[in-house]
């Protein structure tokens, strides 16, 4: 059985050298990925990033293990764990479009106290369908 994460956090980065940072964390990740069996996806506003991890559960914790020592963002909440037959990512060691500040308004309820189950649950999987929209072919 395979599992998805979607976590979310806040950024460090500055803005100014955003694009680039994350440009280096994608590469990294991808290579990481794929020698883990882990496809996934990434979204960065600026001030939070969003991410869903796909694979061998595992796998998947051994990346989270690693993000979460990443000095790069802080405050990681997992938002929604799930077993899952088929990948939403399969075709992504690291999906990454660009940053986008249309999410944004999406990532940062998730990353209140005052957010309850239901409301996350809800919030999570429209989350998780945007970040599909953004990697699916044009």
């Known amino acids: 059985m395979l599992e998805s994460r979607l976590y979310v956090s806040r950024s460090k980065l500055e803005l100014a ?3 680039e940072a994350v440009e280096a964390i994608v590469q990294v990740a991808q290579v990481r990925n794929a020698a883990l069996g882990v496809t996934g996806a990434l979204i960065s506003t600026g001030s939070c990033f969003a991410q869903i991890l796909e694979g061998a559960p595992a796998a998947v914790d051994q990346v989270m293990a690693s993000i979460c020592r990443d000095g790069r963002h802080f405050d990681v909440r997992v938002v929604s ?3 899952i037959r088929r990948r939403r990512f399969g075709e992504w060691w ?3 479009s660009g940053p986008s500040f249309y999410v944004n308004r999406h990532i940062k309820p998730l ?5 309850g189950e239901l409301d996350t649950s809800i ?3 429209r ?6 929209e953004f990697t699916a072919p044009r």
Do not use: F, K, N, T
Not at 111 to 115: A, G, I, R, T
Not at 127 to 132: D, E, G, R
């Open 127 to 132: 989350l998780s369908a945007l970040m599909s």
């Open 123 to 125: 919030r999570s999987e």
């Open 17 to 19: 050298q955003s694009h």
């Open 111 to 115: 990353l209140e106290e005052s957010v």
């Open 94 to 96: 690291m999906a990454y």
């Open 81 to 83: 764990v799930l077993s």
